[in-house]
């Protein structure tokens, strides 16, 4: 990278541990191979801004350093500070307007509102927490990005953060460094070009181990509440909730309080203001503060600063330090708020998984139910259900180890997933790398037979419209010759070389399609609509008769919907001598009618 050397002072204010070097390696290397976005992906409590930092002190070239809270701000300029540099800092809530130093430490929202004093070139733009850059034009993140652009258009961007998905969203990048796609459509940031595990961090012994305990007394029950797709539920509805029931409060901080007898720091995250005083008064007033989005800055600067001498134990909070908040002494977290975004939840944990000295653990305890796996952040999308759990499901065509949403059986076996698309990255030598194009579930073109994504509206191959799956029910619903059921489930047959599938409604009537497996014609047809799919897509096969299809029932898929329409005799009902003929097996349905055995 031409803006940044590799040649380290003599008398540096600390020692970068191995993986801090191995990320500012990383990003050395990437960025002299070109200039394509870039993220490092670190647990809370890794030290991104000791990465910062180092990357700082080796570049050439004009760099600026953004975030979104003025603690980050404050915090990365200190760590830069120490190695006895000097750089500016432009922040309105630290008071201060620096622009002309080589290295600059600023807030997003002042960068924003000032462009017009950033007229020089930068060569680097390093963006913490940046998970929070919206891809919207309008945003002050794409305000900053486009305007130092103008100035240079080789402008290198670097994004760090420790939850590098976003719900509503996905992942905030394309590919990952390890070999898979995280994202089909275009990101803000291309790459990820280093990552560290939480476990691993544990492991290692650079972050404290949590310790996760199960509620033992009845908490809230949020479960009627339906989230953004943010991940947040709204404020009235949880006030209402909580009102219902000021006896669980009262009981659960009563335990948070026999809990942390031997705790040096508690904080309590609140699902709202009104929820986060009923929780202060219940705790021991002399030693709690609640901190909001609405507490004024000074107060909140001195509450703070109480707690982290450990002048106050309870810091009760609503969303406002779960990022720019660093107090290692925290050893006890509890969760008294919902959310169906594991990256906050993570964020959450993370506030007392820092190192302090005599400290062993840290206690985390969710009274909100929320029911996440610490260790496994993100699959990449939504968790479908309560009980889904992250699984590995091998690509049958490239072998790469995906992990969606999915379901065990005792013995650990995978009895079901949602994975769509494999996410293996194919390296062709002497070509770009592409993305396994293996699709677990897929909707199949009728004009060129290529496999889409199941949402698609147009082939990827050959851009014909695909017919909407709604469009093809209301039809079928509207024709007094037609039949649609609601598939829940098929059982098969076999006479010679003659195969019946029975598809079973839910309310127990019948459909009946037969393939002959000794036409070449039909056995493909079968293959393409059935084999293709055995086993969720994990195991397809190619069934030559029909005696290995009927040792195989157990893998083959059930369509979601099949639609027959009456043949035979012109006017004549089924039990007339007509007879229902099966013309379109919906699978893998996505829209809005019910599907069997959903309410």
Not at 192 to 212: F, H, Q, S, V
Not at 326 to 335: G, M, T
Not at 399 to 417: C, L, M, R
Not at 473 to 484: E, G, I, S, T, Y
Request: include cysteine; charge should be positive; charged fraction near 25%.
């Amino acid at each position: 990278m031409a803006a940044m050397t590799a040649k380290r002072p003599t008398n540096t204010a600390f020692t970068l541990r191995d993986y801090q070097q191995e990320a500012v390696d990383a990003t050395l290397k990437h960025f002299r191979a070109g200039d394509d976005p870039a993220v490092i992906v670190l647990p809370t409590g890794a030290g991104k801004s000791l990465v910062i930092a180092e990357l700082a002190r080796l570049a050439r070239k004009r760099i600026l350093v953004i975030t979104h809270v003025r603690e980050l701000v404050e915090q990365n300029h200190a760590k830069y500070a120490a190695l006895g540099l000097e750089a500016g800092i432009f922040s309105a809530g630290l008071g201060r307007r620096e622009f002309n130093h080589q290295v600059t430490f600023a807030s997003v929202q002042s960068i924003a509102r000032n462009l017009e004093d950033f007229t020089d070139q930068f060569s680097l733009l390093i963006i913490d927490e940046c998970h929070r850059v919206s891809e919207n034009d309008t945003s002050q993140y794409q305000q900053v990005i486009g305007h130092l652009r103008q100035q240079n258009p080789g402008l290198k961007l670097l994004g760090l953060t420790a939850t590098p998905y976003r719900l509503g969203y996905g992942w905030i990048y394309r590919t990952h460094y390890r070999g898979f796609v995280r994202s089909e459509e275009p990101r803000v940031f291309e790459h990820c070009i280093y990552e560290l595990p939480l476990n691993w961090m544990i492991r290692k012994g650079y972050l404290t181990p949590p310790k996760l305990v199960d509620a033992a007394i009845a908490h809230y029950d949020f479960s009627a509440l339906t989230p953004s797709s943010s991940g947040h539920f709204p404020e009235r509805e949880l006030n209402s909730l909580l009102l219902k029931h000021p006896r669980v409060t009262r009981a659960i901080c009563e335990q948070i309080i026999e809990l942390a007898a031997q705790r040096e720091g508690v904080m309590v995250f609140a699902a709202t203001v009104e929820h986060a005083s009923e929780i202060q008064s219940y705790l021991p007033a002399e030693q709690t503060a609640i901190v909001t989005g609405t507490t004024p800055s000074e107060e909140r600067e001195r509450l703070i600063r109480a707690f982290k001498v450990r002048q106050l134990k309870y810091l009760v909070n609503v969303a406002v330090l779960t990022t720019g908040f660093d107090a290692p002494h925290v050893d006890f977290i509890a969760i008294l708020r919902p959310t169906a975004s594991v990256s906050l939840y993570q964020q959450i944990v993370g506030r007392g998984l820092r190192l302090s000295e005599g400290k062993r653990d840290c206690l985390v305890v969710d009274y909100a139910g929320n029911g996440f796996n610490l260790h496994h952040p993100e699959v990449g999308t939504p968790r479908p259900s309560t009980d889904s759990e992250p699984v590995q499901v091998f690509c049958p065509s490239c072998g790469f180890a995906n992990i969606f949403w999915g379901k065990t059986d005792d013995s650990g076996q995978v009895i079901e997933h949602h994975g769509r698309r494999c996410q293996g990255l194919l390296e062709m030598e002497g070509e770009k790398p592409q993305q396994c194009d293996y699709r677990f579930r897929f909707k199949q073109c009728p004009h060129c037979g290529a496999e889409n994504d199941i949402a698609a509206r147009r082939c990827h191959s050959c851009n014909e419209a695909i017919i909407d799956p709604d469009d093809l029910l209301k039809r079928a619903l509207q024709l007094k010759d037609a039949k649609v059921i609601r598939c829940a489930g098929i059982s098969v047959s076999a006479s010679g070389e003659c195969l019946t599938l029975t598809y079973h409604e839910e309310q127990g009537e019948e459909l009946q399609e037969r393939f002959h497996m000794d036409r070449p014609a039909q056995k493909a047809l079968f293959n393409n609509l059935f084999g293709r799919r055995c086993g969720q897509g994990r195991q397809p096969r190619r069934f030559t008769s029909a005696a290995e299809v009927v040792a195989s029932e157990a893998l083959l898929p059930a369509p979601d919907f099949v639609i027959a329409r009456m043949s035979g005799k012109k006017g004549r009902s089924a039990k007339g001598g007509g007879f229902w003929q099966v013309r379109e097996r919906l699978f893998d349905y996505q829209g809005s009618y019910r599907k069997a055995n959903c309410l």
